[in-house]
Structures are given as structure tokens and as C-alpha cells.
């Protein structure tokens, strides 16, 4: 791909703002500028995907790439603890709250975590826990053509650090709030999560991406997982982002022997989102499990891209995809398994499961398999479909009427990802959300 | 005034006519077996009468309860007591079978403006039903019939026409793929069900079902009309000299008129 044909004030926009960064001293003594200056250099040398790329064929992001984006105002903008109220998730060990990317002192907490288990800023854990961070931070991702992963690189401020030591169990989960709000110019935010759980560790960590009002945002995030030996992460990305709001996301996950790590995916609200996954199993018996459920309207766009690569033998990989499709709603699945050739008994599933309500809904989907061991199980499947008018009938021939059927049949579909989520409050109100978009009747 | 009177009842679906004039009256308390080879329009005609919209009646009414049974919704006609025990029972991923119940329960609750059902006097019920048909009710607690066994689904429909408690029952079929061990199972849940105040048309292409539920009258279903109508003897005369039998007698009372 070339800059000079797309987007070249956007791609030279981000150079500048990054010589701006540059000029301050702390910014470029920091063991991360490194980092930084290759990631930014790369960008700028590939500049950002076009609808001619392959893996953008379904999504045009000319949209974000044609905006001036700025970041925001250095000191965190207050927002009404109300305003978030609603995006509670029950009994945390901590909470951590960034408004437009700046954190929210007064919105955060931390006084439920113990065990040695170490949750932080992660402008601070830079300075602080940079030995900690080094064999991590920039370290999981391994796609080099990632422009959006590459932006967040370079202009990282802050985030979440999450540290479980060995053995320890956190038995609440920990909640990050990325906030978008209504700002006089549109605005980027750069937030990045980490998280480190150690050998036989287990932890529960959720990333909400909410827009408060309709914030013309744009939110490039990054969350890295890197999950010791026997360890057990429970990650959720819920997607609620501003009606006008751009999302590009991508997770990275590494995986080490005997290890789990489930990763539920919700997008409910955004103009357009754009979720990349790469997990990577390295070690023995690692099991990774992602899930997704997108319910969308209007002209909504999510587009949920998977590489999950089984680099080392008797490992699992599960990745269940749903969307629910009404308006002139767009869903992109593109699932990709990799199998390296000494993966052998690997077991490998992939399924993405539409439901269309519209005639003008659309879904694009792609599943890959590239295997390069010859004692493996890997599968996919794409269903799309309307609701099953067998099912209806049978519903309505048991005195439901036709609005109960068909909303209870669109429930059940998006249920059967919600269940999945443990943590009650928060499936509750993925559900009642769920509810609330069914048509009433 | 007869439960249930079907008057001329001709249905196509795709241009093709499958029921070709149905006569039938059936009162409360009755027992009517409808039988008749592959293709005679018996499931036509159950599925007619539970609403569905893939057939399209040409000529003819249907009057239940003194209303006329055409003009209304699938659900409305479940509300007023109607219950079809499907051939083919739905599998439907993500409902659970108590759940969906409960809904279907309360729908008909409150078309008859009784208080729903809470939680516990609803599992009271069922608990008791589910034992009727020996349905494990774990299985209620699954999936509507997902990963159930073809007995299993069965049941599960006489599970379900059991809570309802319909005035007018169809049951499309329902031994079909059943061992003798569900059938009489089957059969015991049906049996206890009859009563003064209940119908049921059985549709069945066995004699076999009907060793188990004894019906109060047979009726021979072929080319889309009833063609000759008896007692319960009329099955067994059925299964001894095949349907074969009764073309044979169609032709020989026309030669002879």
C-alpha cells in the first residue's frame, strides 16, 4: 500500500503530532521511544489500510482517515459519576476510568486488590515497573502491518497495568472504563491494557469502551495478554462507543503451557468498529476461547478479525461469533487459524453465526485455515440466516404471539454468548440491552 | 354444539391441493383416530388447524367453539385450547424449555385475564407433568428439544399439551420413531388427559398407537377427504387388510350406486 494516494494529512497529521512529543525530553529518555519511533516509522511507511487491502476489502475507514484528530486537553475532563453509573458491573476489586484517554482520579479505586496482585496506570508502571514491562509491553503482537496497533505504540499515554503473581486469585473482577465524550474538535485517545497473569494465577479483567453523549471520537486501543503457565484469564471487551465514534481494537494474547484464556467480545453501539485478535499458543495444552456477539442497527459497521496461531502441539482454540444485523447494519468476520507444523494435535474451531433482521443488512464472512501439521482438528462454519419460521410457528402454536416469538428466538441467539460471561451484573445488562432492542409488542 | 366442526375444508399449499373437502364433527370428550397412507393429507390437516400459514384454504370453515378457527392467529388459537403435538418437534438452540413454558403458559393466562404464574407455582406444575410422561426434568432446563432422542421430543409434546391443558389436542403423528417402551409411555401421558370437557384427534399411520389410545372413532384420510369413518374396530380391520382395502370398497360402492 502507498501513502501517497490515501490519506496522506491524516498519516503526515500523526507524524507531526509525534515530533510535537518529541521535543519533550522525558518522552524520548523513556526505555518505550524506541519502541515508539519504530512503530510510528512503520505507519508512516504503510500509511493506513485502504478497501484494496485484503484484509479491508469489507470496511472503509475512509471516514476516520479523512478526519483531523487531535488528543485531548491534558487535564482528564470531569464527567458526573452518573454518567457511568449505568456501565457498573457489580463488586470490583478496581475500577480505573479514562475520560477521552486522560485518567479519571476521582472515577478509579483500587482497594480490592490484594494478594500481591499489582493493577496500575500504565504511565506510571512505565517508569516504575519497567523491568516488569519490558518482556511484554509492544512485545505480543506480532503482525507488523497492523497501522492502528502501530499508532497506539507510538502515541501510548496511559492505560491499565495489571499484574497477577504467581498462584495468586483475584476473585473480583477489575473494570476499565475507556470514555469518550462530546468534544469541541474530534478526539483520539491511544489506551492500552496490560495484562500479566503468572504461573497458575487467575484473574477476571473487563474493558469498557463507552461514549458518553455523542463524542466524535476516535479510540485506537491495544490490550495485551500474556498468560503464564496454568494461568486462567477471563477477558471482556465490551464495545459501547458513541453513535458517531470510530474503534479500532486490537488484542493480542499470548498463551503459555496448560494456560486458558477466554476473551468475550460484545459490540452493541459505535458508527464503526474494527476488532483485531491475535493469540498465540506457545506453549503445550493452551486453550484460548473467543467469543463475540454484535447486535447492530442503523448503518453500523463491526469487523472482527482473528489470527490465532497454534505454534506448539495439543493445543485449543474456540472462536464463536455471532452478530445480530438490523438496518443497514454491516458485520465482517474473518477468522484465520494458524498451524504451524510442529502443532500437531491441535483442535481448532471456528464458527460465525449471523441473523439478519433486514433486507438491507449485510455480512461479509471469511474463514481461513492455514495448517502446516498433519495431525490436527480444525474446523469452521458460517451460518447466515433469518429466524427460523419453523421455530416461530412452533412458538406461536403454544400461544406466544408473533412479537414474543421472534424476540424470544433473537434473544436466545444472542443469549448463547451472554452465558458465557460470569460476571452476573454485567451479563444482566448486556442483556436488558439486548431486551430493550427487541421490538416491542 | 359440537366442539369442533370442519365443513368442506379444501387447503393447498404451492398450487397443489392437498385437502380436497374435509367433513368432520368432533364433540368434547371425544377420541377421533384420523389415519390414512403417506401423503393422504393428515398432517395437512393437523397443521390447517393449529394455523399454519403455508397452506391456503380455498373453500370450506372450520368453527371452534362457536368461533371460526380460520380467522385466527396461531397464538390466539393456542390461547382458546387449541394444542398441536408436532410431528416433528422444533429444536430451538438458546430457549430452554421451561422457559419458553412459562411464557406460553402465562400467554394463555392472561387471554383468559387470570394472574400469571410466578416461579415456583410454575415449577410445582411442571414437576408434576414431567413425571406424568417420565421426562427427565433436567431436560426442561436444556435447549427446547436440542440433543433430545426422537422419544425425548415426543414426550416432550405431551409434556408440554399436558401443562397447557387444551380443550382441543392434535397429536400429528406422535408415535412415529417411538420403541414400545415410549409408546405406551406416550400413550399413558394421552390417556390421562382425556376427559369430558377435552378432544383429541389422533393423527397416526399405525393401528399400532391405538392398541394405547383407544379412540372413540376412526376415520380413513386418502387423496384429501375422509373417505370412510368408524369405530375403533375399523383400525384393526385396517391394519389386517391395508389401506389397499378401503380404495376397494370406494370402488365397489360407486359401481354399485
Known amino acids: ?441 | 354444539m359440537a366442539l369442533l366442526e370442519i365443513r368442506n375444508l379444501h387447503a393447498h399449499v404451492e398450487g397443489n391441493e392437498i385437502l380436497r373437502g374435509i367433513n368432520l364433527t368432533v364433540n368434547a370428550g371425544e377420541v377421533h383416530s384420523i389415519m390414512g397412507p403417506n401423503g393422504s393429507g393428515k398432517s395437512t390437516l393437523a397443521q390447517v388447524l393449529a394455523g399454519k400459514d403455508a397452506y391456503e384454504i380455498t373453500e370450506g370453515e372450520v368453527i371452534y367453539n362457536g368461533k371460526d378457527l380460520l380467522d385466527m392467529e396461531p397464538d390466539e388459537r393456542a390461547c382458546e385450547g387449541v394444542f398441536l403435538a408436532f410431528q416433528y418437534p422444533v429444536e430451538i438452540p438458546g430457549v430452554s424449555t421451561n422457559y419458553f413454558l412459562r411464557a406460553a403458559v402465562n400467554a394463555k393466562r392472561k387471554h383468559h385475564g387470570q394472574d400469571e404464574l410466578d416461579a415456583v407455582d410454575f415449577l410445582e406444575l411442571v414437576k408434576e407433568k414431567a413425571a406424568l410422561v417420565e421426562l427427565d426434568s433436567k431436560l426442561l432446563n436444556r435447549a427446547v428439544n436440542e440433543g433430545f432422542s426422537g422419544g425425548e421430543k415426543k414426550r416432550n409434546e405431551i409434556f408440554q399439551m399436558s401443562v397447557l391443558d387444551p380443550t382441543l389436542a392434535i397429536l400429528d403423528e406422535t408415535d412415529s420413531g417411538l420403541d414400545i417402551d415410549a409408546l405406551k409411555t406416550v400413550a399413558h401421558g394421552v390417556n390421562t388427559l382425556r376427559g369430558p370437557e377435552r378432544a383429541m384427534i389422533v393423527v397416526t399411520h399405525y393401528q399400532r398407537l391405538l392398541d394405547y389410545i383407544v379412540p372413540d372413532f376412526v376415520h380413513v384420510l386418502r387423496e384429501g377427504r375422509i373417505v370412510k369413518s368408524g369405530g375403533k374396530e375399523l383400525a384393526l380391520e385396517l391394519e389386517a387388510k391395508g389401506y389397499a382395502w378401503v380404495d376397494e370398497e370406494i370402488k365397489t360402492a360407486a359401481a354399485a350406486s
Not at chain 1, 470496511?59 to 488528543?71: D, F, K, L, P, V
Not at chain 1, 475520560?99 to 496482585?117: E, H, I, K, P
Not at chain 1, 504467581?166 to 475507556?178: E, F, Q, R, S, T
Not at chain 1, 467469543?291 to 442503523?298: K, Q, T
Open chain 1, 1 to 441: 500500500m502507498s501513502t501517497a494516494t490515501q490519506s496522506p494529512t491524516c498519516v503526515e497529521e500523526f507524524a507531526a503530532q509525534f515530533e510535537r512529543l518529541e521535543k519533550n525530553d522525558a518522552f524520548t529518555q523513556s526505555w518505550f521511544h524506541p519502541l515508539r519511533k519504530a512503530a510510528l516509522a512503520n505507519f508512516v511507511e504503510n500509511g493506513f489500510p485502504t478497501t484494496k487491502d485484503e484484509d479491508w476489502r469489507f470496511t472503509n475507514i475512509r471516514g476516520a482517515t479523512s478526519t483531523e484528530w487531535a488528543a485531548a486537553a491534558d487535564d482528564a475532563k470531569s464527567i458526573a459519576k452518573d454518567a457511568l453509573a449505568q456501565y457498573c458491573i457489580g463488586e470490583v476489586a478496581a475500577t480505573f476510568v479514562f475520560v477521552d484517554g486522560r485518567y479519571a482520579d476521582a472515577l478509579s479505586s483500587t482497594d480490592g486488590v490484594s494478594n500481591g496482585v499489582v493493577v496500575k496506570r500504565l504511565a506510571d508502571a512505565l517508569d516504575s515497573d519497567s523491568a516488569q514491562l519490558k518482556p511484554y509491553l509492544g512485545q505480543i503482537l506480532k503482525q507488523k502491518n497492523n497501522a492502528f496497533a502501530l499508532l497506539n505504540t507510538a502515541f501510548v499515554e496511559d492505560g491499565v497495568y495489571v499484574f497477577v503473581p504467581k498462584n495468586a486469585v483475584l476473585d473480583k473482577p477489575i473494570h476499565i472504563v475507556y470514555a469518550s465524550t462530546a468534544n469541541d474538535r474530534p478526539t483520539v485517545s491511544h489506551p492500552r491494557t496490560l495484562i500479566v497473569a503468572e504461573d497458575n494465577a487467575q484473574a477476571s479483567v473487563v474493558e469498557s469502551f463507552v461514549g458518553i453523549g455523542s463524542a466524535n471520537s476516535l479510540t485506537i486501543s491495544v490490550t495485551e495478554l500474556a498468560v503464564g503457565p496454568g494461568a486462567n484469564l477471563f477477558h471482556h471487551k465490551i464495545v459501547e462507543e458513541a453513535l458517531n465514534a470510530y474503534h479500532f481494537g486490537t488484542i493480542g494474547a499470548w498463551l503459555d503451557r496448560d494456560s486458558r484464556c477466554t476473551s468475550t467480545n460484545v459490540c452493541v453501539d459505535g458508527k464503526l468498529t474494527r476488532n483485531n485478535v491475535e493469540s498465540y499458543l506457545k506453549g503445550e495444552g493452551g486453550c484460548c476461547t473467543f467469543n463475540g456477539l454484535s447486535m447492530l442497527r442503523d448503518e453500523q459497521l463491526v469487523d472482527n478479525h482473528l489470527r490465532i496461531e497454534h505454534v506448539a502441539p495439543h493445543c485449543e482454540s474456540w472462536q464463536y461469533f455471532k452478530g445480530i444485523y438490523d438496518g443497514a447494519s454491516h458485520g465482517v468476520f474473518a477468522g484465520r487459524i494458524y498451524v504451524h507444523d510442529d502443532a500437531q494435535k491441535t483442535d481448532a474451531k471456528q464458527t460465525n453465526q449471523s441473523l439478519l433482521l433486514s433486507d438491507k443488512a449485510q455480512i461479509d464472512s471469511k474463514p481461513q485455515l492455514e495448517i502446516f501439521a498433519d495431525d490436527v482438528k480444525c474446523t469452521h462454519g458460517a451460518t447466515i440466516g433469518q429466524i427460523d419460521e419453523e421455530a416461530v410457528f412452533y412458538l406461536r402454536a403454544r400461544g406466544l404471539n408473533e412479537t414474543a416469538a421472534r424476540n424470544m428466538l433473537v434473544h436466545a441467539f444472542a443469549n448463547e454468548t451472554l452465558e458465557q460471561i460470569a460476571i452476573d451484573p454485567l451479563r444482566e445488562r448486556l442483556e436488558a440491552i439486548v431486551l430493550d432492542r427487541l421490538p416491542k409488542g
